[in-house]
Nanobody
Framework: QVHLVESGGGLVQAGASLRLSCGDS????????MGWFRQAPGKGREFVAT?????????DYADSVKGRFTISRDNAKKTVYLEMNDLKPEDTAVYYC?????????????????WGQGTQVTVSS
């Protein structure tokens, strides 16, 4: 059973930085695209960032986080990261990592088959 575990969330002030981590228990991590999504209270789950299976792959970001967030991965550690800089109150949400059904990244929820339990990020103004 695939087991994704996020960590690194917390309560910060606007302008601060956080780095989220997501560890995968499966050997197949290194052959799958990975993504980060978030869900704010009363809203649907929205795409944040994604990348394909290799560490130097093209990345894709939601317009709202472009230039502030960076996705990366370490296949040897079976971990994907989300570096978040210049955080804003509107970034407040539960952040989820997800494993793609293929080696490609994707902006679409349905293209992911396994999800972590989520980590809360709260940004105060």
């Amino acid at each position: 059973q695939v087991h994704l575990v996020e960590s690194g969330g917390g309560l910060v002030q606007a302008g601060a930085s956080l780095r989220l981590s997501c560890g995968d228990s499966e050997r197949s991590f290194s052959s799958r695209g990975m993504g980060w999504f978030r869900q704010a209270p009363g809203k649907g789950r929205e795409f944040v960032a994604t990348m394909a299976w290799w560490s130097g792959s093209r990345t894709d970001y939601a317009d709202s986080v472009k230039g502030r967030f960076t996705i990366s991965r370490d296949n040897a550690k079976k971990t994907v990261y989300l570096e978040m800089n210049d955080l804003k109150p509107e970034d407040t949400a539960v952040y989820y990592c997800a494993r793609s059904r293929t080696g490609s990244g994707s902006t679409t929820v349905r293209d992911y088959d396994y999800w972590g339990q989520g980590t809360q990020v709260t940004v105060s103004s």
